[in-house]
Structures are given as structure tokens and as C-alpha cells.
């Protein structure tokens, strides 16, 4: 509140969604769909006055230099809340949502150098739709540092029970039949100060308990490599999730789609990469079809978010019309 200028309603510092405008990276008579219109003029006056006339600059250019800002600055907070944790992302996949995560996910894949984006459908209102698809569900966590070595199958069990019962009770308060129970540890090695979550096998307690230290070596390796170290295990958290039935849309979420490739073209608009516009083809993510390709750059529209594909990506539509990005 007032929020960017581009929404006219009295702001006049220049944000990110303003820069996204004038990039061309943003359509302004199609925002939320064609629900709200965007003020292009307002936008490019608040770049121009705050921003680009103290720092002599052009206004696409300092338009650009927004844009570019805020992906360094993404990318530099992960590679050092990954350093932290010691987690190598290079071969992770990176998942894109939210109004604007799309707009700036493959250039900070890039960055990072991951090799994959994952765009699902409705990205922009992924966790309104979450929310409505997830069961209701209650989790509880409580701190416990006990070596894994000081406990048997017994008392590794009765440190669950009461966290299963307290959970479960929340349910049953509501009116919410429990479907399922899952059991979840943060563990390490000893004298580490970070921990990885393992998630248990859907068998008792006691069952689980003697192969607990493959389970957390398994999940260490895959995030860490193999390693030869041989400190004893520490559990720090103890985690239980008790879960209703399943939920989901019933009515869907309606694609206007058909099944012709070409008739996702809405259009071209000039879109701004590194300080140079250019004419870039506009797709409607809703008429996208499985196994299509678009090579950047290019800009895919959906109601709520706008993926914007840079000239050195390629972007395919799977099955599940998730969209795949190599930057």
C-alpha cells in the first residue's frame, strides 16, 4: 500500500514489478488475466525519476539493472544458505512459483548452474491451490538430542507414542478421520551442527529402529556423497504428522486448451535481455500441449504469472504440463 506505481494507485517509488512492465516482461492488459490493467507510463516515470536520472541512466537500461539485481541477489543468499548446510544444488532441480517466481527462475538457475526448472500449472496461485488439494493434516516436532546408541527399539517407540497421540487427538477434535501417520527425524553425526530430516518407512516404530542408521547414511549420502565417517548417530528432533484423507480439486482446474501447438502463438511483444529489446513470441500457457517446445527467448502467459524464457533456454511442456526449462 499504494504498492507499485504501475498499479495507479498513488505509489511512486520503483519496484521490481514496475521493472518487470517495462522490460516487456509483463503484458499490461492482461495482469491476473485481464482483471486489472497495469500503467505502463506510471511505471516507466517511477524508474525514470527514482532510479535512472541519479545514476544517468536510460530507463530500459535501468529497468535491466532492477531485474538483474534481484536475481543476484536470490542467487547469492542460496549459495550461501547452501554453503551452510553443505548441500551441492548443481544437481538439483529448481521448482518456480508464486506471481513472480517464473518471471526470474531460469535466469537464477543459471546462475546457480542448475540444470532444471520446474514450472507447474497455475504457479502463481500454487499454494492457493495447495491448500485446497492437501488434506488437513496436524504436525507436531519436539527437540530430543539422545545418541541412537543409547536407545533400543523400545524406548525409540515410546518417544513417538505420545507426539502420535497428541496429533492424532487434534484430528479426531475436528471431526477428521485419521488416514495415515508419518513419522519424520532430524539426525546427524555427532558434533555436526547441522542435521538432515528422515523420513520413516510406514511401520511401527519398533520395526523401524534397527535399521535406522542405513535410513539416515542413505539419506546422507545422497545429499553429502558417500562418507567414511564413523561418529555416532544423534536423533535432535522428533517429528509426527497425523493426516486426514486425501483432498484434491473435484472440479479440476480447467485448461482453455485444445490440442493444437500452434494455436498457443498469442502473439509477439518486445521484451528487454541485457539492455537489448527484442520481438519475442508470446505463448498461452493454457493451450500449450505435451511434448511442445519453445526456445527462448520467448514469453509464456498464464493468468497469475508470466515465464519469462531468456535467449540461451529451452522450455518443454511434459505430460503433467509442468513446464521443463534447461537455461
Known amino acids: 500500500d499504494p504498492g507499485p506505481a504501475a498499479y495507479g494507485l498513488g505509489g511512486t517509488a520503483a519496484t521490481l514489478s514496475d521493472?518487470?512492465?517495462?522490460?516487456?516482461?509483463?503484458?499490461?492488459?492482461?495482469?491476473?488475466?485481464?482483471?486489472m490493467g497495469l500503467d505502463r507510463n506510471a511505471a516507466e516515470r517511477a524508474i525514470a525519476d527514482t532510479v535512472a536520472a541519479p545514476l544517468d541512466l536510460d530507463t530500459r537500461r535501468a529497468?535491466?539493472?532492477?531485474?538483474?539485481?534481484?536475481?543476484?541477489?536470490?542467487?547469492?543468499?542460496?549459495?550461501?544458505?547452501?554453503?551452510?548446510?553443505?548441500?551441492?544444488?548443481?544437481a538439483s532441480r529448481m521448482v518456480a512459483f508464486g506471481g513472480s517466481g517464473p518471471l526470474h527462475a531460469l535466469a537464477?538457475?543459471?546462475k546457480l548452474r542448475i540444470p532444471e526448472v520446474i514450472i507447474?500449472?497455475?504457479?502463481?496461485?500454487?499454494?492457493?491451490?495447495?491448500?485446497?488439494?492437501?488434506?488437513?493434516s496436524f504436525e507436531l516436532s519436539r527437540s530430543r538430542c539422545c545418541l541412537v546408541d543409547d536407545l533400543d527399539a523400545a524406548a525409540f517407540a515410546s518417544t513417538f507414542a505420545p507426539l502420535e497421540d497428541e496429533a492424532t487427538g487434534f484430528l479426531a477434535g475436528a471431526g477428521v478421520t485419521v488416514a495415515r501417520i508419518v513419522r519424520r527425524l532430524d539426525?546427524?553425526?555427532?558434533?555436526?551442527?547441522?542435521?538432515?530430516?528422515?523420513?520413516?518407512?510406514?511401520?511401527?516404530?519398533?520395526?523401524?529402529?534397527?535399521?535406522?542408521?542405513?535410513?539416515?547414511?542413505?539419506?546422507?549420502?545422497?545429499?553429502?556423497s558417500e562418507t567414511t565417517l564413523d561418529e555416532p548417530?544423534?536423533?535432535?528432533?522428533?517429528?509426527?504428522d497425523a493426516v486426514g484423507p486425501s483432498g484434491g480439486l473435484d472440479a479440476g482446474y480447467s485448461l482453455d486448451s485444445?490440442?493444437?501447438?500452434?494455436?498457443?502463438?498469442?502473439?509477439?511483444?518486445?521484451?528487454?535481455?541485457?539492455?537489448?529489446?527484442?520481438?519475442c513470441?508470446?505463448?498461452?500457457?493454457?493451450?500449450?500441449?505435451?511434448?511442445?517446445?519453445?526456445?527462448?527467448?520467448?514469453?509464456?502467459?498464464?493468468?497469475?504469472?508470466?515465464?519469462?524464457?531468456?535467449?540461451?533456454?529451452?522450455?518443454?511442456?511434459?505430460?503433467?504440463?509442468?513446464?521443463?526449462?534447461?537455461?
Open 19 to 35: 521493472a518487470n512492465l517495462v522490460l516487456g516482461y509483463l503484458d499490461p492488459g492482461y495482469f491476473l488475466g485481464g482483471e
Open 63 to 90: 529497468a535491466w539493472g532492477i531485474h538483474e539485481i534481484v536475481n543476484e541477489d536470490v542467487a547469492r543468499a542460496f549459495r550461501i544458505h547452501a554453503a551452510e548446510h553443505g548441500f551441492d544444488y548443481r
Open 108 to 110: 537464477i538457475a543459471r
Open 120 to 136: 507447474p500449472m497455475g504457479a502463481g496461485v500454487m499454494s492457493a491451490l495447495g491448500l485446497l488439494a492437501s488434506p488437513v
Open 187 to 224: 539426525m546427524r553425526f555427532f558434533g555436526q551442527g547441522h542435521e538432515i530430516e528422515i523420513v520413516l518407512p510406514d511401520e511401527t516404530p519398533a520395526d523401524v529402529f534397527a535399521g535406522l542408521e542405513t535410513l539416515f547414511r542413505k539419506a546422507y549420502a545422497e545429499i553429502h
Open 233 to 240: 548417530l544423534e536423533i535432535v528432533s522428533w517429528k509426527v
Open 258 to 279: 485444445g490440442t493444437d501447438a500452434g494455436a498457443a502463438l498469442k502473439g509477439t511483444r518486445l521484451a528487454g535481455f541485457g539492455g537489448a529489446y527484442v520481438d
Open 281 to 327: 513470441p508470446v505463448y498461452d500457457r493454457y493451450a500449450m500441449v505435451p511434448a511442445m517446445e519453445v526456445r527462448g527467448p520467448a514469453l509464456i502467459e498464464e493468468r497469475e504469472s508470466t515465464c519469462v524464457v531468456g535467449p540461451e533456454d529451452v522450455v518443454r511442456v511434459d505430460a503433467a504440463r509442468n513446464l521443463i526449462a534447461a537455461p
